[in-house]
């Protein structure tokens, strides 16, 4: 007899006929059945969102817990990422040594979770305001940019990172941390686990900058306008950013808000940088034929168009719809949740192996990176804005 197995193939059901002593036949029970594959990928969507709901819980109730307490601040600039990835990896631990993380991997939807979220966040990158409060934002966007990215990647060359792996340490240097990482994931078909070290990486260099800017700014005598101006260009969250900026005061957290908005919206052009190198240079292979504009198309991140669509219907609709920054703000809620369900599942599907030859040279890159990053933006900041009035 034949029935279908768990992947839907025709699989022989043995029904050992066994003698006995009467002489009559007895025929054994088949085999139990075993959970389909869709099964186990619904299993693993609603582990990504348990986990994501404990995320949340997280999120939303350390800081209370720990007010008072001397982890006060610490507390309040722990991101969701943070807990995301953390409790994504002990699950990642738990599933593997109970030995279903495999099978439940069909429901780690990584990919769609991060691309959703992107596109979300489109909808809050207002181009109204950069249109009229950033234009020295602009000019500092490109150029810190353009100065930590090739640095980044020139130093990643000179330490032997692999081409992909430098692509995203170099994309979250020097532009927003963990959301350009993931567009420049798409750009260049990243692996998660590099997806995954990249991510690590911003998280990690994030948390002390929120306090260690607003100090060294003070060190320095910087205007509150710059000093925004050069929080803004450096720390690689937009959530960290704002932590930061309010130690200082209103003036300094809008223009670092504007400074890191703008370089979030930059993301799409370094996209599509990125997709083109890596077709015409890097994984051409010697002889071929030049790539047509239907390969370019095929390996380009469609997303970052949504992104981009999400940006202009977000900036029409907060113009000329009532009540439309409460719309955005639901918007932004629904990208906070498929972003959660992202980092949960890069924890859950993160793996060491092809990382481990890498050792410390991505720390390194990237901590240098970082560096630079400090002393170019400072620079950039007390040109650009040191004459710089916010309107009243």
Known sequence: ????????????????????????????????????????????????????????????????????????????????PVYAIVLGLLGNLVLTRTGVRDKLSGGFRTE??????????????????LATAAGPAILQGLLLITAVFSFSWWFG??????????????????????????AAAGAVQA???????????????????????????????????VAGAWIGGNIDTTAAVAASGAILGDDALQIATIVKTTQNALIGFVAVGLTAYFALKVE????SARPSIGDFWERFPKFVLGFIAASVIGTLWVKFVDDGKADISTINDLRTWFLIFAFVSIGLEFSAKGLRDAGWRPVIVFGSATVVNIVVALGLATVLFGNFELPS
């Open 284 to 287: 051409r292979r010697p002889g």
């Open 1 to 80: 007899m034949t029935t279908r197995d768990t992947d839907g193939r025709n699989a022989a059901v043995e029904t050992e006929s066994a003698p006995q002593a009467d002489g009559a036949t007895k025929v054994e029970a088949a085999p139990a059945r075993r959970p389909s594959a869709p099964a186990w990928a619904a299993a693993g969507v609603a582990v990504v969102i348990v986990l994501g709901a404990l995320t949340r819980f997280l999120e939303q109730n350390v800081p209370d817990w720990a007010e008072g307490g001397p982890f006060e601040r610490v507390a309040g600039a722990i991101e969701f």
């Open 112 to 129: 769609f979770f991060i691309k959703t979220g992107l596109v979300l966040l489109g909808a809050s990158i207002n181009l109204t305001v």
């Open 191 to 225: 692996k998660r686990e590099q997806l995954a070290y990249a991510a690590s990486l911003v998280i990690v260099f994030a948390l002390p900058s929120i306090f260690l800017l607003p100090w060294l700014a003070g060190v320095f005598g910087l205007s509150d306008v």
């Open 157 to 182: 060359g000179k330490l032997g990172l692999d081409e992909k792996l430098r692509a995203l340490l170099s994309a979250a240097v020097s532009i927003c941390g963990v959301s350009a990482a993931i």
